[in-house]
């Protein structure tokens, strides 16, 4: 398999085969993880859009289950949320039409037994935007907060994203209660894949995936602050991005039994040229991580514990200082799906410039590189030697999240690289296409000394087989 396929992921969620995009209706139902997905069921490529699905009880290994939505013709099953209707297991997706006016428009299905789901025999349960707003009019989250069901909803007009409430008493009768908040006009024209949750004590937090804002690809941010569910208005105290890598989009979130909100994300980007098209199949998830607030009034994201089940053999390594040539004790340490956790202490690290290798060919010519400038704060993924793929360099500044040491949890699986700096301070996910032979791991560094505290690293298995 892995021969036939060298990019697919070991223990990342992938579709059975085929094109996947957005997460949709991530929900833990009756004890069970459940994730549905943006799938084209016919290609390796976005087409008429329909639901996978799948569950989980650990969010880790996962069962596919039969697609959820098909689409009828000229339509698509857009994205959209699940929610628990007292037992009923509810759907609740934008249905895409190009060739009707309004083209989107929102609607249910619901289950009995959370496998088959029935489309409502009274679709849509809201007809169109609300007056003045435009055509793009998609991605309902749902959740209930006391006896009321909200809806946000993704907008945009006049070069402005936006993102719409609605409140309903049943599901089924909606009324629009008005703008949650809009772009300042420098994040993008349209807000897709709205998310809004309570986290800790009285803050909320809005997630939204703004096409038009960045220069490559998409972003998705997210802003703190304080949402009020009289007036439906949400004031931003901070923002930041979920990730500062390429490959990271349409992130949706769910509440879990331990009180866990806990986020998922296509871990791809609109316009890559993915390489594993020539095998049959393109997209994947991110790595489910846990959504915390962080006393500098930032989000932390953390990867979920229950991925340390994927650990193999443990290589550990205490007090190492990196001067001239001294990288050859990860000489023994290979892989493709790799879990690397380094603690650098910067007070005793004279270098600049240093990082770490990974996927690196015999002769290197082939890498991945992981690169921390001590001088300017910034911690780069450069993947312009990664194998196939669209190369390009990514970054952003870990100025204000760190003390004494440079953390960096690192997993890297068949043709993905996720790094969480500094406790998910910062965090990046880039695809990268190297070859299946590439699979070594060092470090490197400019003049001087590194002091690297502890590293541990895995070989983590496949939950794939
Ligand atoms: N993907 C879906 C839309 C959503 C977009 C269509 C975001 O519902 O706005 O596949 O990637």
């Known amino acids: ?245 390429f490959d990271f989009y349409a992130a949706q979130t769910l509440l879990d039994d331990k009180g866990r909100r806990i986020v998922i994300g296509w871990m791809d980007m609109w316009g890559a040229t993915m390489p594993s098209k020539e095998n049959g199949w393109a997209g994947a998830m991110s790595l489910p991580r846990e959504i915390s607030l962080h006393p500098d009034g930032k989000l932390t994201f953390k990867p979920i514990p229950e991925l340390k089940k994927l650990r193999k053999k443990q290589n550990q390594f205490k007090d190492i200082i990196l001067d001239n040539n001294s990288n050859r004790f990860l000489e023994d340490i290979k892989g493709g799906g790799l879990e690397v956790i380094v603690d650098i202490d910067l007070s005793r690290t004279s270098s600049t410039m240093f990082g770490m290798i990974l996927r690196a060919s015999d002769n290197q010519l082939e890498q991945t590189r992981v690169i921390f400038n001590q001088k300017t704060k910034e911690l780069t993924v450069n993947r312009n030697k990664s194998g196939k793929g669209d190369g390009g360099i990514y970054g952003h500044t870990l100025e204000g999240c760190l003390e004494k040491n440079l953390k960096l949890h690192i997993f890297v699986d068949r043709s993905s690289v996720e790094i969480f700096a500094n406790d998910g301070q910062v965090v990046m996910s880039n695809r990268i296409y190297p070859d299946p032979t590439s699979i070594n791991l060092d470090f490197f560094k400019t003049y001087g000394e590194v002091y690297v505290t502890t590293l541990d690293v895995w070989e983590l298995s496949s939950v794939w087989g």
């Open 1 to 245: 398999r892995v021969e036939k396929c060298p990019h697919r992921l070991g223990y990342h969620f992938m579709a059975p085969a085929f094109w996947i995009n957005d997460p949709n209706g991530f929900i833990q139902f009756d004890g069970e993880y459940h994730l549905f997905y943006q799938h084209h069921p016919y290609s390796a490529d976005w087409g008429p859009m329909h639901w996978g699905h799948a569950k989980s009880k650990d969010l880790v290994y996962w069962e596919h289950l039969p697609i959820a939505l098909a689409p009828k013709a000229n339509e698509g099953c857009f994205s959209g949320s699940a929610v628990d209707d007292n037992g009923i297991f509810t759907l609740i997706y934008t249905e895409h039409d190009s060739n009707r006016s309004p083209r989107q428009v929102q609607c249910l299905a619901t289950s009995e037994d959370g496998i088959n789901f029935e489309k409502y025999i009274k679709n849509p349960v809201i007809s169109g935007p609300p007056p003045g707003e435009s055509d793009d009019f998609r991605d309902p989250k749902v959740w209930k907060y006391e006896d009321l069901w909200y809806m946000v909803i993704g907008s945009g007009i006049d070069g402005k994203g936006k993102v719409l409430l609605y409140k309903s008493e049943d599901l089924k009768n909606w009324k629009y209660v008005g703008v949650v908040l809009e772009s300042d006009g420098s994040q993008g024209y349209m807000w897709e894949c709205p998310d809004l949750f309570p986290l800790e004590e009285d803050k909320f937090v809005l997630i939204v995936s703004p096409m038009g804002m960045a220069e490559v690809g998409r972003k998705n941010i997210y802003f703190i602050g304080d949402f009020n569910y009289e007036t439906g208005k949400f004031i931003p105290e901070s923002s930041g991005e979920l990730d500062y890598g």
